[in-house]
Nanobody, 119 residues
Framework: QVQLVESGGGLVQPGGSLRLSCAASGSIVTPYTMAWYRQAPGKQRESVASIFSAFGGIPNYADSVKGRFTISRDSAKKMVYLQMNSLKPEDTAVYYC???????????WGQGTQVTVSS
């Protein structure tokens, strides 16, 4: 069993920055991917960024956040972060941390943290 707890959301003005953190606990066995998803009101949940456990942690980003968001991880602490810069109103959503374990095929989700970009 894996538990994920997000933190760092809040209200920020357009052009501002936020850093989201996700603390994982439980058995996380390689290979795995840790990722951030978001869901805006009335929209489907979408992938924002992900990072693989091997090969030095290759990141992937949605086109809408490339150049503005950076995903990183601290494997020893079982943490994953999302640095969000140059935030736009369209980034407003609930952001969820996700872990996908390839051996079992299981996905685990955090409870989500609200990010609101507004003046």
């Amino acid at each position: 069993q894996v538990q994920l707890v997000e933190s760092g959301g809040g209200l920020v003005q357009p052009g501002g920055s936020l850093r989201l953190s996700c603390a994982a606990s439980g058995s996380i066995v390689t290979p795995y991917t840790m990722a951030w998803y978001r869901q805006a009101p009335g929209k489907q949940r979408e992938s924002v960024a992900s990072i693989f456990s091997a090969f030095g942690g290759i990141p992937n980003y949605a086109d809408s956040v490339k150049g503005r968001f950076t995903i990183s991880r601290d494997s020893a602490k079982k943490m994953v972060y999302l640095q969000m810069n140059s935030l736009k109103p369209e980034d407003t959503a609930v952001y969820y941390c996700n872990v996908h374990l390839y051996n079992s095929g299981f996905d685990y989700w955090g409870q989500g943290t609200q990010v609101t970009v507004s003046s």
